[in-house]
C-alpha cells in the first residue's frame, strides 16, 4: 500500500507560481509518479509524470514550459513547480503512483492522493 498527501495548494494571481509537494509513504521504487488535475465539472486530466530516476518525464500539451516535475527518492516526494499560471489552471491537483514508466494514462494509476486546491485569480 502506498499513502500519497499532497500539499501547496493555494490562491494565486495569474502569472505567478506555486510548488506543490507530494509526499508517499510506502513502497514507491521503480515506480513513476505522476500529477494530475480536476477542474469543476471537467474529468480528470493528466499534468506530468516522471519515472523513478526521473530520465524519462511527460507533460501535458497545455502545461509544457510552464510546469516542472521533479522527484527526491529520498524523501519519497514528488514535486510540481508551476509557473505563468492561467486562470484555467485552476483545479484539485492530485498525485499518482503507477508501475508503468512515465505513463500518461489515469487509468494505470494505482495509488492516488486526495489533492490540494489551486485558484489562479485574473
Known amino acids: 500500500q502506498v499513502q500519497l498527501v499532497e500539499s501547496g495548494g493555494g490562491l494565486v494571481q495569474a502569472g505567478g507560481s506555486l510548488r506543490l509537494s507530494c509526499a508517499a509513504s510506502?513502497?514507491?521504487?521503480?515506480?513513476?509518479m505522476g500529477w494530475f488535475r480536476q477542474a469543476p465539472g471537467k474529468e480528470r486530466e493528466f499534468v506530468a509524470t516522471?519515472?523513478?530516476?526521473?530520465?524519462?518525464?511527460n507533460y501535458a500539451d497545455s502545461v509544457k514550459g510552464r510546469f516542472t516535475i521533479s522527484r527526491d527518492n529520498r524523501k519519497n516526494t514528488v514535486y510540481l513547480q508551476m509557473s505563468s499560471l492561467k486562470p484555467e489552471d485552476t483545479a484539485v491537483y492530485s498525485c499518482?503512483?503507477?508501475?508503468?514508466?512515465?505513463?500518461?494514462?489515469?487509468?494505470?494509476?494505482?495509488?492516488w492522493g486526495q489533492g490540494t486546491q489551486v485558484t489562479v485569480s485574473s
Open positions: 499518482a503512483v503507477s508501475d508503468q514508466i512515465a505513463t500518461m494514462v489515469k487509468g494505470e494509476y494505482k495509488y
Open positions: 510506502g513502497r514507491t521504487a521503480g515506480y513513476a
Open positions: 516522471t519515472s523513478w530516476v526521473g530520465d524519462f518525464q
